[in-house]
């Protein structure tokens, strides 16, 4: 995928809990609608989940995941055979499945390895696209008290350790996400996009995902349904700092923020 224009990524939630109702879908025809609509509004990729991984969200087995996701793969790969897809998840058997058995092109991992240990020996076996996000703790336990002692060193060294784990095992493609909302608190989030362009120093494919996030809804005082200006300036910072890859759940307008940016950078 040629990223010297920057890609959008839409989100498809297959949960009933995830924290934005506009982006959970159930149904066959909910997913088959959601999916089609990614597409049409000019999303690259399509991301789906199936394990809510909002501040203290529940817990599921990987059979409920897994299941989940073969009901949205399912549909996605009759309907839409040549889309892009990345599965959201932390669990290498799942990851394993959705590649082995309908061709999902990304994995799209919220603890870079941390929650399955097999997490990367089983990506560099399937030989595909790997996205690592930082995230202090779990989802179940990351907002409690997120603390650093110098936030940017924290997140640049972790990576810059799982990277070289990644390319020790023979990853090829890599694509990194500071974790905005994950174990941080709001000022954390705001540190660290006003960081956002160091991360370049890594030479990777760089995703931001701010998308209707507590960053926005907390320091406006807005619900994630109200959002959406808030994500729309937060999308514009994080293309105008080097952003490749923004993940949202509005895709027409983040669309149409990559191609103002676009005509500002003269393509």
Do not use: W
Not at 83 to 94: E, G, I, K, P, Y
Not at 247 to 256: I, L, S
Request: a negative charge; hydrophobic letters at 40%; proline letters at 4%.
């Amino acid at each position: 995928m040629d990223l010297s224009t920057p890609r959008v990524m839409g989100v498809l939630n297959v949960t009933p809990d995830s924290f934005y109702s506009g982006c959970r879908v159930q149904t066959e025809r909910d997913i088959a609608d959601r999916a089609r609509r990614i597409l049409d509004e000019g999303a690259a990729i399509i991301d789906i989940g199936a394990y809510s991984s909002r501040p203290e969200a529940e817990h599921i087995t990987p059979e409920e995941e897994m299941n989940r996701l073969r009901t949205g793969l399912e549909i996605i790969s009759r309907n839409h055979p040549d889309a892009v897809v990345s599965v959201d998840t932390f669990r290498a058997d799942v990851a394993a499945m959705c590649v082995e058995e309908y061709g999902t092109a990304i994995i799209n991992d919220i603890s870079a390895g941390e929650m399955d240990g097999r997490m990367f020996e089983t990506v560099a076996r399937l030989n595909v696209p790997y996205i690592m996000m930082h995230m202090q703790g779990t989802p179940q336990n990351m907002q409690k008290n997120p603390h650093y002692d110098d936030l940017i060193k924290e997140v640049f060294l972790y990576f810059a350790q799982k990277v070289q784990q990644l390319r020790d095992l023979g990853v090829k493609d890599i694509v990194l996400d500071p974790g905005f909302g994950f174990g941080k608190t709001v000022e954390h989030n705001y540190e660290l996009m006003a960081h956002l362009e160091e991360f370049a120093i890594f030479d990777l494919p760089l995703l931001a995902g701010v998308s209707r996030k507590s960053m926005i809804t907390r320091l406006l005082g807005v619900t994630p349904q109200e959002a959406l200006n808030g994500t729309t300036v937060l999308n514009t910072v994080c293309l105008l700092k080097g952003a490749d890859i923004i993940r949202v759940h509005d895709v027409k307008e983040a669309v149409e923020a990559v191609r103002i940016i676009d005509k500002l950078n003269g393509k």
